[in-house]
């Protein structure tokens, strides 16, 4: 069974700094990983979508890559702002299957 | 423009009550999802729904139940079987097998009173 594990679980950063959140997974066998935003009592915001056969993914200050040989993906965000604190969540579409796997997500926080 | 609508965004139920979650979407996806999420814990699947007239059970499927007789519409009732059901429950949709990713409504939060 896929398992997705994010670390580190919180985050604390000033603003202005380069940060890298990290997303790892059991089974290689992938469809493709889905980078998302949450903010507090509110839904899921889709950020960026890795097909497996793709290294990474670019999205203005948001970068993110896959590794699938390796289990990893890492969340790499520039020049960090207040307005990017928020729970990001890791989620993995598995080969032939309609399940997106979760991990616990990370809490940022940026700090004016 | 296209997106998820859930509704109520708030909902509370009674014990033994029966209570209906709405999730409608005009992406003309074929698949929809519900997804459970309590703190501390992720995402856990409840349901899902490949084509209309037809769902799947999820990991956490009991004391829950689902209609697909519309393809933009996917209810879920959280019924008097469910013993913990204070939790917060996104919808998703993807065309099929999630090939362009998946697509998150805003939430219901559901509170037992």
């Known amino acids: 069974k896929q398992e997705v594990t994010q670390i580190p679980a919180a985050l604390s950063v000033p603003e202005g700094e380069n940060l890298v959140l990290n997303c790892s997974f059991t089974?290689?066998?992938?469809?493709?990983l889905q980078w998302f935003r949450q903010d507090p009592g509110k839904g899921l915001t889709s950020l960026l979508l890795?097909?497996?056969?793709?290294r990474e993914q670019t999205s203005g200050r948001l970068n993110a890559s896959l590794d699938k040989s390796s289990g990893r993906s890492t969340l790499y965000i520039a020049a960090s702002q207040p307005g990017d604190s928020a729970t990001y969540l890791c989620?993995?579409?598995?080969?032939?299957?309609?399940?997106?796997?979760f991990g616990k997500g990370t809490k940022l926080s940026v700090i004016p | 423009d296209g997106g998820i609508t859930q509704s109520p965004k708030y909902l509370f139920r009674k014990e033994g009550q029966n209570v209906t979650l709405s999730c409608e979407q005009n992406?003309?996806?074929?698949?929809m999802y519900w997804y459970r999420q309590d703190p501390g814990q992720g995402l856990r699947l409840i349901y899902y729904?490949?084509?209309?007239?037809?769902?799947q059970k999820g990991d956490i499927a009991e004391g829950y139940s689902v209609s697909r007789e519309k393809k933009e519409s996917f209810p879920l009732t959280v019924t008097s079987a469910q013993k913990n059901p204070t939790a917060f429950y996104l919808c998703?949709?993807?065309?099929?097998?999630?090939?362009?990713?998946?697509?998150f409504g805003s939430g219901t939060r559901l509170t037992v009173v």
């Open positions: 992406l003309n996806h074929d698949a």
């Open positions: 998703a949709s993807s065309i099929t097998q999630g090939l362009y990713g998946y697509t």
């Open positions: 989620a993995v579409g598995g080969a032939g299957s309609y399940q997106l796997t």
């Open positions: 729904s490949q084509i209309v007239n037809d769902f």
């Open positions: 089974d290689s066998a992938i469809y493709n």
């Open positions: 890795i097909q497996s056969s793709q």
